[in-house]
């Protein structure tokens, strides 16, 4: 028969054998970096976000130990595939939205909904919302931001909660545009000293005078806009929520994701009904910003390059022709489009640095250790410019993706521009879809030109990146609108189409 091992003896090996690994772990050196200053390591390379200077090329060559804080970022696709992906066990921890069992319950919502299969039910949206696009654009074209902000808050919306109508729209598509404030500002690592001084948590943003919005401790501003952002996101969790609890209530709730998720409660299964509540409000906060991002950098990417519109109008009128729109139907014939929009994603993608990762044991990759809780960002830039990769990453080359004999395409830039491993952008393929037939559909009706000053000269179209996560494209400040749409000569019967559509046309499916 076998004998124990006795406890205290099991214990001991136990402690043994864990400490001999963490010795054996932390004596491999730390990854390189840039070298920082005494105590607070490479803290002013991190938090300052200059207009001129974009924050990631900050990031080039890192491995940074900030005030002890470990951030590591991985510039290479390498990297990304061998820690994101093939260990991503280890990796797929966040800062916030932790990697656990309820992550999990969301993300099997989520994908319910919004995975490859499931968004094609989704085109009657797309289209409809197309429609009121180009008339919008039609009749004013100055607001192209603006469009493009309720084209993709109104597709979201509706998919989520069922909102057609065009004031509940406009208020909601305000109150994310309040709440992603707070993601786009404080979403990576190293926004705020707080990620770095922890104390800082505990020290009263308001000095004497209430109302005075002024953080009187250096670091401690991140308290008042905590503050008034939470109240956005919870704007954002419970509003909609409440307005679509009342529709079903009174029996006017338009089909939805939140509809068909509670209708297939049972009703031992009330406690699932938050998971389905914050899926929708996730969806409705990650999605807007980021699709508008896409929107507009492919647009204004046309711009600049009016041999790439000469192109794909050139595919469009062959497939499609001139007496009606593109359609998703047409989407394999037309490669070009897509290939637009790769270039699009992998020359501006949204989110250049994607969301902080963070690791929950301690690791070794090629020789250097990786401490537990280190900060893990995957550099979507670096990777998307790597010349080797991607020969003349500075330019606008869609011609770059297209598939000819004999030649190999690089990877398709989807695989960095939304992120890695088990955390990947889950609305992936319907702000793909939202995308593609919005650049289909525009570039089959309109030459998209620059505009001119008032001396008549060109305005060039200077891409400017925002502060904070999401990569907005827009022309330089002050300068109006950044293109002219002019309806295209031979598109016959399709600017009557687009006349007709009411501006203020509720989508409905
Ligand atoms: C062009 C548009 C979009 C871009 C570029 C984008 C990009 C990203 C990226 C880079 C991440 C982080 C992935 C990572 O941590 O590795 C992410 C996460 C996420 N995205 Fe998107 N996204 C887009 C549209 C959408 C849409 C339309 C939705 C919703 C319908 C959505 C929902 C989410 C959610 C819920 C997460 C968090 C996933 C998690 O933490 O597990 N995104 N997205």
Known sequence: MDTPIPLPLAVLTAVFFLYFRWRRLSTQPLPPGPRGLPVIGSLWDIVTDKDDKPRHLKYLDLGKNVCGDHLVVLNSAKATDELLEKRSINYSDRPVMRYSDKWKAHRRIFNQYFKQQAVVSYYPVHRKGVLVFLNKILNNPESLNAHARDYAGAMIL??????????????????????NQSFIAGVNHGSFMVDYFPFLKHIPYRFFVIDLQ?????????????????????????????????????????????????????????????????????AYGAGADTTVALLLA???????????????????????????????????????????????????????????????????????????????????????????????????????FLKEEGKSTPPDSALYAFGFGRRICPGRFLALDAAWLMVACVLSVFDINKTFDAEGNEIEVVFEHSPGAINLKKAKKGLGSPANFGLMSNSSEIPGLIENVPGGLAILT
């Open 298 to 400: 492919s647009l204004l990417a046309l711009v600049r390059n009016p041999e790439v519109q000469t192109r794909a109008q050139a595919e469009i009128d062959e497939v499609v022709g001139s007496s009606r729109l593109p359609d998703f139907q047409d989407r394999d014939k037309l490669p070009y489009i897509d290939a637009i929009l790769k270039e699009t994603q992998r020359l501006y993608p949204a989110l250049p640095l994607s969301i902080d990762h963070c690791s929950m044991d301690d690791d070794i990759y090629e020789g250097y250790f990786i401490p537990k809780g280190t900060t893990v960002i995957g550099n979507a830039w670096a990777i998307l410019h790597d010349e080797k990769t991607y020969p003349e990453p500075m330019k606008f080359k869609p011609e770059r």
């Open 214 to 282: 002024v953080a009187w401790f250096p670091g401690a501003g991140f308290k008042q806009k905590a503050a008034v952002w939470a109240k956005h996101v919870s704007d954002m969790n419970h509003n909609p929520w409440r307005l679509l609890k009342s529709s079903m209530a009174n029996g006017t709730a338009m089909p939805s994701v939140a509809t068909n998720g509670l209708e297939r409660l049972n009703s031992d299964q009330e406690e699932m009904e938050p998971f389905i509540q914050h899926v929708c409000a996730v």
């Open 158 to 179: 509706q998919i989520t909660y069922g909102i057609t109508s065009e004031e509940e729209k406009a208020y909601f598509v305000q109150v994310a545009d309040l709440a």
